[in-house]
């Protein structure tokens, strides 16, 4: 099978040894070169698509255009152009798209430090629910022919513009055939952003990205129109309270070797002014540094602190949380405090139990400021996920990596549900559930001080874990889809 290749060009040094490259693959047949804007070519003897914005709707539906004409049964976009393809590796990527027919094809690839320093750089499995915009394809991307002539057409009503032209083209194309990753390095590319997973979590809620975000959003909501995952605002009234509760609401701290902070957080709990009766429960997991000893005296001086010690040895996060909900201390209202952070006030916990008071919300979620150790403010400031709206917030949730803090939840209603028992996505798996089915509050002024030091649990996640937490929360997405899908179903018949 012939493959028509396209090289992405932006003007860098590399650009050069990239085209050597794919000129000495025979699996290659013929190349284009797709350049932004003014950036200089390469070669100028090859064909060339000079577009304003290389990601922009009308940009990436020229070049499919061009990819079309020129006959070739599949195509290779070099998303990266500095890039270099392994002369081995590559033909088998080509092969094994060809061989199972797959609509999109990509794979494993190396970092190369400036240093010349190498490592694997392995990527993970596309799922139904693998649809963020972020979802990392490495430097290649192999489309086939007749997927992408299958989908062309409807790329003209895109709801893409400057920013989501290839992300709506690999959704169209997911839905349409076999998305195939092959696990095996076949190019080397270039260390293109050094920063660790904690300098990297607030990226998608950066206030500068808004117009980008929107667009996104769009086209992602489209997307589950498209495979029957969208879901109008939901209903749901709550689940009624089988008993009384012991108090109003109950702050959650689930916390295991945290001497440094946790004290500053309980504290921060135990100083809200409410006009009613609330605890602070905080699930020791097993502490070893300290944490259960400050957490002891702290009992001994104010009985509104439940010190809750687990039998059980294998819980995470999640399942911390459930030893604090299903626990007949719990409060009708449960908030959430992680052991790092602080709420930023006296009138935080009044304040989002009142939301509940406005609406049959099963789930009330705030908004938080980005600090230091010593609570001095660190860019991008407030998150304040303003992404969420009542009409489509339950379904731009599926592409967003997070909604936001402090969560606080009916508990009735949760503990329908419960949580899973990881220490990653716990929280966001839970959301995703809740909000199929019952509407959402949102509270937009900071309430809580997240801090950010070198003790967080994600401040600088090896890759092997980030690749593991991300395909956890594909996973969670792709169970929500297909619960969504079959609810949507249900409503036709």
Not at 6 to 13: A, F
Not at 410 to 424: A, C, D, E, K, M
Request: hydrophobic content about 45%.
């Amino acid at each position: 099978m012939t493959t028509a290749a396209v090289l992405t060009v932006t003007g860098q040094p590399h650009e050069a040894a990239v085209l050597a490259a794919l000129r000495a693959s025979s699996a290659v047949s013929s190349i284009v070169l797709a350049a932004a804007g003014e950036a200089p070519l390469p070669d100028e003897r090859l064909p060339c698509v000079r577009v304003p914005s290389l990601w922009a709707r009308a940009s990436v539906l020229e070049l499919c255009d061009v990819l079309l004409q020129s006959g070739a049964g599949q195509f290779l976009w070099c998303l990266c152009p500095a890039a270099i393809v392994d002369p081995v590796g590559l033909p088998r990527l080509l092969a094994a798209a060809a061989g199972t027919g797959a609509a999109l094809a990509y794979a494993d690839f190396v970092d190369e430090r400036a240093d010349g320093s190498t490592s694997p750089h392995p990527l993970i499995d596309y799922q139904p629910g693998s649809v963020r915009d972020a979802f990392d394809f490495g430097p290649l991307l192999v489309i086939g022919r007749d997927a992408l002539a299958r989908v062309r057409c409807s790329l003209e009503r895109s709801e893409a513009s400057r920013f989501g032209g290839l992300y709506d083209l690999r959704l169209r194309l997911a839905a349409v055939g076999p998305v195939l990753r092959l696990p095996e390095p076949v190019a080397r590319r270039p260390v293109h952003d050094p920063r660790t997973s904690g300098q990297k979590n607030f990226d998608y809620v950066d206030p500068r990205q808004r117009d980008y975000q929107l667009e996104m959003e769009r086209i992602a909501t489209a997307h589950l129109a498209c495979i029957g995952a969208r879901l109008t605002s939901p209903t749901a009234p709550l689940v009624p309270a089988a008993h009384p509760f012991p108090v109003a609401a109950s702050v959650v701290i689930p916390v295991r070797n945290r001497v440094r902070t946790v004290g500053d957080a309980v504290r921060s709990a135990l100083a809200q002014r409410a006009g009613f009766d609330f605890n602070v429960i905080v699930v020791d997991n097993h502490s070893e540094d300290g944490t259960t000893g400050v957490l002891a005296e702290l009992a001994r001086a104010d009985a509104r602190l439940v010190h809750q010690l687990p039998a059980r040895r294998d819980l995470g996060i999640g399942g911390c949380w459930n030893e604090a909900v299903y626990a007949p201390h719990c409060g009708r209202i449960a908030v959430q405090l992680d052991s790092d952070d602080l709420y930023d006030g006296e009138h935080v916990l009044a304040r989002i139990v009142a939301e509940f008071e406005r609406a049959p919300y099963a789930l009330v979620i705030g908004s938080y400021s980005i600090v230091d150790f010593d609570l001095q403010q660190l860019p991008p400031g407030l998150i304040d996920h303003r992404e969420w709206t009542a009409d489509n917030g339950c379904n731009n949730a599926l592409r967003i990596a997070g909604l936001g803090a402090p969560r606080a939840y009916h508990v009735p209603t949760l503990r329908t549900i419960g949580f899973p028992n990881v220490s990653f996505g716990e929280d966001y798996a839970v959301v995703l559930r809740l909000c199929r089915e019952w509407p959402v509050g949102r509270i937009y002024d900071s309430l809580y001080w997240c801090r950010r030091w070198e003790g967080n649990s994600d401040s600088a996640l090896p890759l092997e874990t980030s690749n593991r937490y991300d395909a956890f929360k594909d996973r969670v997405r792709s169970v929500e889809i297909a619960a969504r899908q079959a609810l949507n179903a249900g409503r036709r018949a």
